[in-house]
């Protein structure tokens, strides 16, 4: 099956949404309630980014809330981190709570914020989990050794590397490794960052990334697969030596930053198949299905 598009992308954009915005894109992903769920960034008229909820019966027809379900005026204490905008979720779920790792913007610059719901109406904003600059964060869904653990982006000067840490409650952070750094001369020469939250298989643990490289005065966003140990997460096994994903076509060329896919969330069915939802060119949110045995075997 390698990775296919879904025929009838995008699947989501600025017209479905039942209010104003300027676009909709990058959402978190997961299964709540037998339904599927995204939580979409959408960028409203005054430049700032809020969420809005999308659900769908069968992951491929959705339909949008009537307002945005979580936007920067709701973070009351955290509200200097975030007054730019809240970006690029990603949803984790641990035992009944889904915790969302997601960007604050601010003139402090990106950093990570940690939020916890239940039902997906009302939030626990927990507030910051790293310092500026940083960005491109998910949790791992289980305790590995006896601690939580998330990856993340700091950006350093000119370093864009991914780390991974570790917590003994979620909130509080340490232990750090480096996890992987660019490979010049490729795909993802400039820089790379977090694409998924982990997903657990029998070789190991199994996320997309995205890498990035200058493309005359543009950049050009791709997406890679990346295997981590199961007992050692800041152990690389494995990953893809090419992108599993292109911008290629016109909805992913074409848009406020052209020649990207991006993906934030993604959700494996029971049968062993992945449906990764990603954006296209910032401006719609996009389906490509694939397995992942063929996500495996792409890493080895």
């Not at 152990?235 to 292109?246: A, F, Y």
């Amino acid at each position: 099956m390698q990775i296919s598009r879904y025929i009838k992308n995008p699947i989501i954009t600025k017209n479905d949404v039942p209010f104003k915005v300027n676009s909709i894109f990058n959402p978190g992903a997961t299964k709540f309630k037998d339904k599927y769920l995204l939580l979409c960034r959408i960028e409203m008229p005054d430049g700032k980014s809020s969420f809005i909820k999308a659900i769908s019966d069968d992951g491929y027809n959705f339909k949008l809330d009537e307002k945005p379900v979580l936007t920067p005026d709701d973070h009351h204490q955290f509200i200097n981190y975030v007054n730019w905008g809240i970006e690029d979720p990603r949803i984790t779920k641990i035992n009944d709570s889904y915790f969302i790792t997601y960007t604050g913007y601010s003139k402090y610059m990106p950093l990570v914020m940690l939020a916890e719901t239940k039902d997906f109406e009302k939030f626990e904003i927990h507030g910051l989990i790293s310092e500026p600059s940083n960005k491109d964060c998910a949790i791992f869904p289980e305790k590995i050794g006896g601690y939580y653990w998330k990856i993340d982006r700091p950006s350093a000067e000119e370093r864009k590397d991914m780390w991974i840490s570790k917590s003994p409650d979620l909130i509080h952070w340490g232990d750090y490794r480096l996890l992987l750094e660019p490979e010049k001369g490729t795909w993802e020469h400039n820089k790379i960052g977090l694409s998924t939250p982990p997903i657990k298989t029998k070789d190991g643990w199994l996320l997309l990334y995205h890498g990035v490289r200058g493309f005359g005065i543009s950049n050009l966003y791709k997406l890679g697969a990346l295997l981590l140990d199961l007992e050692k997460p800041w152990i690389v096994i494995g990953k893809t030596k090419e992108p599993i994903l292109s911008p290629d076509l016109d909805y992913e060329r074409i848009g406020d930053v052209p020649n990207v896919v991006f993906s934030c969330g993604w959700i494996d069915e029971p049968d062993g198949k992945i449906k990764i939802y990603y954006s296209g060119a910032d401006s719609n949110i996009c389906l490509a299905e694939t397995t992942i045995d063929d996500l495996l075997s792409l890493c080895k």
